[in-house]
């Protein structure tokens, strides 16, 4: 099974997609089939390569103080899309291995699937900066090479991280681990538990 990789290379497509406008504000068709997997994967990456660059634009010295704000509010929103975008993934393996009895002896994981691939697509977004990085050809040798370093740990990572996940699903899908999806339950966002909302 090589779900992680498929997903590796939905997530680098997407983060390569993005960058032809470069744009927090450009709108793109999803390419894949509606309701499928690989439409909510790609989804899931438009959104984490949208956060970056916001992430990015918010740390400008200069910025406006009341466009930071708006700009932080939309980082916010940004980070409940992905959160419910991970558990939609979670939902999808929780139907997928419904019928698998687990074993007498089966473990749990410390993160589910989605939240595996959550950390899956931000490294495709590492890898496509770093990689840019190391193309300047207005930096110094030391900075590339520092650069070109990193880029190595996290292909490596890349590698360990899908062979990790997909171990992980080959495990779930024969009994030897069983999933347990937590719901996320974040409080700031939400009026009857956020005292600062409530309170008001």
Request: include cysteine; charge should be negative; hydrophobic fraction near 40%.
């Amino acid at each position: 099974m090589n779900f992680a990789k498929d997903s590796f290379k939905i997530f680098a497509d997407t983060t390569s997609l993005y960058h032809d406008t470069d744009n927090v504000d450009a709108i793109v068709a999803n390419p894949y089939p509606e309701g499928s997997i690989e439409a909510t994967l790609f989804a899931k990456n438009w959104i984490d390569a949208v956060q970056w660059h916001l992430e990015d634009i918010i740390r400008d010295p200069a910025i406006d103080p009341v466009d930071a704000l708006a700009l932080k509010r939309r980082i916010d929103r940004s980070n409940q899309d992905r959160t419910d975008m991970v558990e939609e993934i979670d939902s999808y393996f929780r139907e997928k291995y419904a019928d698998v009895t687990p074993l007498p002896d089966a473990t749990i994981n410390t993160e589910s699937p989605a939240w595996a691939l959550d950390r899956l697509s931000i490294l495709a977004l590492k890898i496509y900066h770093m990689a840019r990085e190391v193309e300047r050809t207005d930096a110094s040798a030391e900075h590339i090479a520092k650069c070109q370093a990193k880029l190595d740990i996290l292909l490596q990572q890349q590698e360990d991280l899908t062979t990790a996940i997909d171990q992980l699903l080959d495990d779930i899908a024969a009994g030897r681990k069983y999933m347990k999806v937590y719901r996320q339950m974040k409080m700031y966002n939400d009026p009857s538990t956020n005292p600062v909302l409530y309170k008001k």
